[in-house]
C-alpha cells in the first residue's frame, strides 16, 4: 500500500524530468489543435500556462490518448462518459422548468465506453487540484480511495438521485445560498450596456468580443430555424458577441447571443458553441450509436445524464458548422477550485459528492443508446482490481500532466 502511497505522493511533489523518448507534446497540441485562428490561438495557449490544472482542462485528447495506451482499454461493460470529465466540469444552470440544479455540464467529448475513462479523469484532476494544498501522502491515498468508495457504493445503489439546495451541507450550501443572490436581471446587466438607447452587449475582450453585422445575421438565421420549438417561438435576437469561456472549448466558434421574448417580455442570453467529434471517438473500440451530427450527440448525451436538461438546449447549422445551443449561465456557476481556500479538506469532501454526481449520471443514462443495464454496471463497478488499477493510473495521468506542463511552458 505504501509504494502506490508514495507513486501519488511523487505525481504532485517531485521535480518534473522530462523524457526524450515520448513525442512531443508540443507537436500533439499542435496537432489537435491544427487550423485555430491565430487569436484563438493565443487565448487556448495563454489559459493553458496559467497552472497544471488548466493546462489539464485544455488537454483532454492527451488525457484520452494516454489513458487508453496505458489502460490497454478493452472495456467490460459499455456505460456513457462525458469524455471530460474534472473538478470544474460540475456546475449549476436553470432547467426549462427554471428550477436550479448541480450536475455534470459540459458533453462535448461525451462517447459510448466503459465507465473507467471518468472516473480516473476526475480522480487525476483531484490529484493536480490538491498538488497546491500541503496534503500528507497518506492523506491524499486515503481521499481517493474515499472518492473511488462514494462512486461504488451509489452504483451498487442503484438509485439516480439528485443534488438539492435543501438538503445540501458544507460547502455546497454555502455555493447554493451564494448563488440565490443571483437572478437573470442581474447577469444580463452584468453584460450589457445601453448604447443610443439601445441595450447591447458590453464587448469587455474578457468574456465578451465584437462580431461584424454580417456573422450576426447568420448567427440570427440559425436560430430563427428554431422558431418551431415553443421557447424560441417568440423571441427577437437583439445583439450577438463572441464568447469566451472555458478551457477545452477555447479555440471554438462560441457566440453569446440576447434575446428578447416577447410572449414573457424578459431578456434572456443563450450560449450557441462549436459541436466538434470527441477526442475518444477514434480510440474506443465500441461501436457508437448514429447521431444527427456532434451537436445532437453532445445534447442527446446531457439528456439522458443530466438529470434536468438546461433551458433552450438545442442544435442549430450556422456557416455550415454545427452548434450547441443552450440558455447562458452565470459566471459564478462552476464549482472552481480556486474558490476552495486552499483547503484540502474541502477538496475532498466536495469531490465525493461530485463522484456521487457521476454515479448517478451513469446510472440514469444506463440501458440508452447501447450502453449496458443498470445490473450489468453494478456488476462491474463493485470488483476490486479496477478500482486499484485505476487508482494507480490517475497518479500517473497526474504525473504525466505535470511533465507536459512544464513542457509546455518552457518551449512557448
Not at 76 to 99: P, Q, T
Not at 157 to 168: I, P, Y
Not at 248 to 269: D, E, F, M
Not at 317 to 328: D, G, L, P, Q, S
Request: with cysteine.
Amino acid at each position: 500500500m505504501y509504494g502506490v502511497i508514495l507513486v501519488l505522493y511523487l505525481c504532485v511533489t517531485s521535480p518534473i524530468i522530462l523524457t526524450k523518448h515520448m513525442a512531443s507534446v508540443i507537436k500533439r497540441i499542435n496537432e489537435y489543435n491544427a487550423g485555430m485562428p491565430a487569436n484563438l490561438h493565443d487565448l487556448k495557449w495563454k489559459a493553458m500556462k496559467e497552472s497544471p490544472f488548466r493546462f489539464f482542462r485544455g488537454t483532454a485528447h492527451l488525457f484520452a490518448q494516454d489513458f487508453v495506451k496505458l489502460y490497454k482499454y478493452k472495456p467490460k461493460v459499455k456505460a456513457w462518459i462525458c469524455g471530460d470529465m474534472h473538478f470544474e466540469n460540475f456546475g449549476s444552470y436553470k432547467g426549462e422548468n427554471r428550477l436550479v440544479y448541480f450536475d455534470l455540464n459540459d458533453f462535448d467529448e461525451s462517447v459510448l465506453a466503459g465507465p473507467e475513462p471518468d472516473i480516473c479523469r476526475f480522480l487525476s484532476s483531484f490529484i493536480i487540484a490538491a498538488g497546491q494544498m500541503k496534503v500528507a501522502a497518506i492523506g491524499l491515498h486515503k481521499a481517493l480511495h474515499d472518492i473511488m468508495s462514494a462512486y461504488v457504493a451509489t452504483i451498487d445503489n442503484g438509485k439516480a438521485l439528485m443534488l438539492e439546495h435543501e438538503v445540501a451541507h458544507g460547502i455546497f450550501k454555502k455555493y447554493f445560498d451564494h448563488l440565490s443572490t443571483f437572478d437573470r436581471e442581474t447577469f444580463i446587466a452584468r453584460h450589457t450596456i445601453k448604447h443610443k438607447g439601445v441595450l447591447r452587449l458590453k464587448e469587455d475582450n474578457v468574456h465578451l468580443m465584437n462580431l461584424d453585422d454580417s456573422l450576426k445575421s447568420r448567427i440570427y438565421e440559425g436560430l430563427q430555424h428554431l422558431s418551431h420549438i415553443p421557447r424560441f417561438e417568440h423571441l427577437v435576437f437583439e445583439d450577438a458577441a463572441f464568447r469566451i469561456a472555458g478551457t477545452g472549448s477555447l479555440g471554438l466558434q462560441r457566440y453569446a447571443v440576447l434575446c428578447y421574448s416577447k410572449k414573457k417580455g424578459k431578456r434572456y442570453l443563450i450560449d450557441v458553441k462549436e459541436a466538434r467529434v470527441s477526442c475518444f471517438r477514434d480510440l474506443i473500440d465500441i461501436k457508437q450509436p448514429r447521431f444527427k451530427n456532434e451537436a445532437d450527440r453532445v445534447n442527446q448525451v446531457g439528456n439522458i445524464m443530466q438529470f434536468n436538461s438546461p433551458a433552450y438546449s438545442s442544435t442549430t447549422r450556422i456557416n455550415n458548422k454545427w452548434y450547441i445551443v443552450k440558455e447562458m449561465q452565470l459566471l459564478d456557476d462552476k464549482m472552481a477550485v480556486s474558490g476552495l481556500d486552499n483547503d484540502f479538506g474541502h477538496l475532498s469532501s466536495v469531490s465525493k459528492e461530485m463522484a456521487v454526481l457521476i454515479a448517478y449520471a451513469q446510472i440514469r443514462s444506463s440501458g440508452h443508446l447501447g450502453s449496458s443495464t443498470a445490473d450489468d454496471l453494478k456488476r462491474f463497478a463493485v470488483k476490486k482490481q479496477w478500482q486499484k488499477d485505476i487508482i494507480e493510473l490517475s497518479g500517473e495521468l497526474a504525473k504525466r500532466n505535470n511533465k507536459y506542463f512544464r513542457e509546455f511552458t518552457k518551449a512557448e
